[in-house]
């Protein structure tokens, strides 16, 4: 297993316990040496290389584009030049924007809202072009809001979990944009993880050149998230309401028939469980 990461986001430490069966590579995915190198020899890619921020990418709109889309337009064509049967690409329900019809279907038109939502759409089409152009499998996998341990909380782009988890878990307040009322389809990493093993190894006939909602099929408001939290926690968390942030979207949740029929995807980890195993981790010694 060889893993390509430039590290601006993770965390080396997160490999630990796999370090022995991994081949690390630090690099960027737009350059093209590096991932020659990091193609060679390789059958199957797992693409999840992005900045992923809908705030960074109204503020960094151009460097946003660089990585998404022409990154993902470089391993394409690297992974095209090295022979690799599929690439599995980590695209993004943000590609819906604010569209008042839910849950979203893979057929809905897309209308990006965002930098990052035009970004990653991009991608999708380039791995669709690759698929019918020059034969290479490709999977596209909009992953709706994936949730979990090791989520960086600490970053003003961070997801909204991990900084209401660690908010909560302080004694603090947490923050919300808006009226809290808009909604979202919160997926755990476990049923993310289950989706891209089964888009890798799906009959190229019903996955190849295909886009698939990932997401757990149901949604909650923020409102009902923080309640969910104090829930789990047994105590109360404060709210503050802000104004609503450029780019964000009002609602979101997956209708995943298309992925359970041809990718045999079943999300196995609910909301509840998972809230209570994420907010294990993150109040365990690091």
């Given at each position: 297993?060889?893993?390509?990461?430039?590290?601006?986001?993770?965390k080396?430490?997160?490999?630990?316990?796999?370090?022995?069966?991994?081949d690390?590579?630090k690099?960027?995915?737009?350059?093209?040496a590096?991932?020659?190198?990091?193609l060679?020899?390789?059958?199957?890619?797992?693409?999840?290389a992005?900045i992923?921020?809908?705030?960074?990418s109204?503020?960094e709109?151009?460097?946003n584009h660089?990585?998404?889309?022409?990154?993902?337009?470089?391993?394409?064509?690297?992974?095209?030049?090295?022979?690799?049967?599929?690439v599995?690409y980590?695209?993004?329900s943000?590609?819906?924007?604010?569209s008042?019809?839910?849950?979203?279907?893979?057929?809905m038109?897309t209308?990006?809202?965002s930098?990052?939502?035009?970004?990653?759409?991009?991608?999708?089409?380039?791995?669709?072009?690759y698929?019918?152009?020059?034969?290479?499998?490709?999977v596209?996998?909009?992953?709706?809001?994936?949730?979990?341990?090791?989520?960086?909380?600490?970053?003003?782009?961070?997801?909204?979990?991990?900084?209401?988890v660690?908010?909560?878990l302080?004694g603090?307040?947490?923050?919300?944009?808006?009226?809290?009322?808009?909604s979202r389809?919160?997926?755990?990493?476990?049923?993310?993880?289950?989706?891209?093993l089964?888009?890798?190894s799906?009959?190229?006939?019903q996955?190849?050149g295909?886009?698939?909602?990932?997401?757990?099929?149901a949604?909650?408001?923020l409102?009902?998230l923080?309640?969910?939290?104090?829930?789990?926690?047994?105590r109360?968390?404060p709210?503050?309401?802000?104004?609503?942030?450029?780019?964000?979207?009002?609602?979101?949740?997956?209708?995943i028939?298309?992925?359970?029929a041809?990718?045999?995807y079943q999300?196995?980890?609910?909301?509840?469980?998972g809230?209570?195993?994420?907010?294990?981790?993150y109040?365990?010694?690091k």
């Amino acid at each position: 297993m060889r893993v390509l990461d430039d590290l601006s986001t993770g965390k080396l430490a997160n490999l630990d316990e796999v370090a022995a069966q991994v081949d690390l590579l630090k690099g960027d995915i737009r350059d093209e040496a590096i991932l020659d190198r990091a193609l060679a020899g390789i059958e199957l890619v797992f693409h999840e290389a992005a900045i992923a921020s809908v705030p960074r990418s109204l503020a960094e709109p151009l460097a946003n584009h660089d990585v998404n889309a022409t990154g993902t337009l470089r391993l394409l064509g690297a992974a095209q030049r090295a022979g690799v049967r599929r690439v599995v690409y980590a695209a993004s329900s943000s590609a819906y924007g604010d569209s008042p019809l839910s849950p979203k279907t893979e057929s809905m038109a897309t209308a990006p809202l965002s930098p990052y939502a035009a970004s990653k759409l991009a991608g999708e089409h380039y791995c669709q072009v690759y698929a019918g152009a020059y034969g290479l499998e490709t999977v596209c996998l909009r992953y709706f809001n994936i949730f979990g341990p090791r989520q960086d909380p600490r970053s003003e782009y961070a997801a909204v979990i991990p900084r209401f988890v660690t908010a909560a878990l302080a004694g603090q307040g947490v923050t919300i944009y808006g009226d809290g009322l808009q909604s979202r389809d919160f997926c755990h990493i476990d049923n993310v993880v289950q989706a891209n093993l089964r888009a890798a190894s799906a009959p190229a006939a019903q996955a190849s050149g295909r886009v698939f909602n990932i997401g757990s099929g149901a949604s909650i408001s923020l409102n009902e998230l923080v309640q969910t939290i104090e829930a789990c926690l047994g105590r109360r968390v404060p709210v503050t309401h802000e104004a609503p942030r450029p780019g964000d979207v009002k609602h979101s949740a997956a209708d995943i028939g298309a992925a359970r029929a041809q990718l045999d995807y079943q999300p196995q980890v609910a909301l509840d469980a998972g809230l209570r195993s994420t907010i294990e981790w993150y109040a365990s010694p690091k």
